[in-house]
């Protein structure tokens, strides 16, 4: 008998039942009534989710594809940017921008460490005229959580530019407030707090946005905002959507609108308390980041193990999987995910099985 | 008790059993050996559907996403095209291309009928430094089929110029040879001929096309074809895929292994000859298209009919989805799919729908 497959990794996280009996479904067209009631409910949870009043669009793409979106849909060539990076896709945003001409003003926080809200400051006080700051909600490849809250106000305070937040690991997960924060444009995919299969991207537009997206000269076709809400308005989208993947977001979105955006935030606050607990109680090793988010825990392995063989063990001898560090910290952390649809018992299961190898190397 | 949903819809198209099984199993997590056995398979079985032994692309899109791919990936600012135009998508072709800031030399050909091989023989003759040629293997506005290997076979003739097919809705309908027929880049969908949900989009790309591509200008990153491939060769894709489409396409390609391409296309065949041979005998409705491809049956309605709310009633009223003409054809035509998983029950149901409202109209 295979072992149960226990997914403990920070997108794709476990889909419910609901979310997979939706995905099993026959197809409904993309251009009927049904699809279109389906459709709109997405888009409204999905306000509900962002807390906002505001445009939210929806793309068949990854969370890259959104990333990419709110590059090309708001800013045109020769056009000044900050991007704050905390990480992999803080680096993301900035090659993004190098492919498309764009040559931002990057500001690098050191792997582990939150974006310095005082650093933001002056770099808007040296850069004048910067028409977007973009910066990650949490970044996936060290589990950091940015003061998105404290970032906007500074970038409303001392410029006129707007706030472009990657939330795609971190919506759902922790307090984001699209509106009453000033957010102009918040990014997401469907496969993390979503609790949905990927395949979706989304972005909320705020008023101000739109006057960008009106404006901007970059090449786009494909992910033309414009387009996209011109369809919006008749309940369709412009291109075939993944039908059966909005069926899932349908699904999964039911379940965070009967839980309440504090009520969930609170679930995820829960579940990274009960995971570091354990992890701190079986396997006594440094967490790795300094602020981190109720997304996951990265852990740093003791020097001696190599940690890209022990989580394809675990994968291959219980079916658990835990991701390892990217880029530099590949084989030296793993990171322990608890968002989304992930429970309890799944985190008990994978700290049992990391706490069974790691014994007599913790010390 | 509601109607059982038929779909005579040219994509989506309805899903066989093992692909909606496919689809609602627990997601595997894309960066592990088992997720990368199933991708090469699709990869694999792609490239045997495509009839080549070149590179198949992956991306999570939609048909749309992928035709902008193909643009995007091989060509540069003031590069000199030629598109094909018979219809809708011939169209988006031409408006992806100004999208980018290209001036393509359209050729527009009368909607419902082919491609005229001397007409682009002429053009290619008039314009010369063409870089790549853009067509339909078949129109899924009209129904129309191209004949692409003798509009191939004067393309290379005349020119350098890439061969650029969009076989979003031809794939697996209508016999395509990509290597024997010197195709540069074939690009299509999951949800028509290949039997899967919407979500997947693929790209052919021939030796030629990668050397356009290694000096292609056009900005891009979530389409990148050289990342694609980089990460094709880790046995994965550079950002998270639709994980669910992709297991849902795997078990459909599974299906076309075991038929084969010849009995396929036969079957295709078979379908249309059905179809189009009740078509005659219940409505007696001249056809729309000229050189009509096994995806459809484009019908036209005799004057005094509105279309669109015919196909309306028969949605709401038994529960089948039949498609309307689009743009200027709308409410004046209806296209009868008959490809993928539809089956000649299907058919009958849905000819019968409309012999039922048509009757006493039809003379």
Chains 1, 2 share one sequence.
């Not at 977007?132 to 970032?151: C, E, P, R, W, Y």
């Amino acid at each position: 008998m295979t072992a149960k497959n226990i997914m403990l990794t920070p997108g794709p996280t476990p889909l419910p039942p609901s979310v997979l009996e939706a995905m099993s479904r026959p197809l409904i067209h993309h251009r009927t009534a049904e699809f279109g009631r389906m459709f709109v409910s997405v888009i409204e949870d999905m306000q509900f989710v962002y807390r906002t009043k505001g445009t939210v669009l929806m793309m068949t793409t990854s969370g890259t594809g959104a990333m990419e979106s709110a590059v090309i849909n708001l800013l045109s060539p020769g056009d000044l940017t900050i991007v704050c990076t905390t990480g992999a896709f803080g680096d993301r945003f900035v090659n993004i921008h190098k492919a498309f001409g764009l040559k931002p003003v990057v500001l690098p926080f050191e792997w582990g460490t939150a974006i310095n809200p005082e650093t933001l400051r002056a770099a808007l006080k040296e850069n004048k005229g910067v028409k977007a700051v973009f910066m990650q909600h949490t970044d996936t490849s060290t589990g950091v959580l940015n003061d998105i809250k404290t970032l906007s106000k500074i970038v409303h305070e001392e410029s006129d530019a707007l706030v472009v937040v990657d939330s795609v690991s971190g919506l759902a997960c922790e307090p984001l407030e699209t509106d009453a924060w000033g957010l102009d444009c918040v990014v997401t995919g469907s496969q993390k707090g979503l609790m949905n299969a990927p395949g979706l991207g989304f972005a909320a537009v705020s008023e101000k946005a739109w006057k960008a997206v009106e404006v901007s000269k970059l090449p786009k076709f494909n992910f033309d905002y414009k387009l996209i809400r011109k369809s919006l308005a008749d309940k369709e989208t412009p291109w075939t959507p993944a039908i059966s993947i909005v069926a899932g977001q349908a699904a999964a979105l039911k379940m965070l609108r009967a839980e309440g955006m504090e009520a969930c935030w609170k679930r995820h606050d829960d579940l990274a308390a009960h995971a570091r607990k354990l992890l701190t109680e079986k396997l006594g090793l440094p967490f790795y980041s300094k602020n981190p988010a109720n997304i996951l825990t990265g852990v740093v392995l003791p020097a001696g193990v190599d940690g890209t063989k022990l989580l394809s063990d675990i994968l291959k001898e219980e079916g658990i999987s835990i991701a390892g560090g990217q880029l530099h910290l590949k084989g030296k952390i793993f990171r322990l995910a608890h968002m989304g649809y992930i429970s309890k018992s799944d985190i008990d299961a994978g700290v049992d099985a990391l706490a069974k190898r790691l014994v007599g190397v913790k010390a």
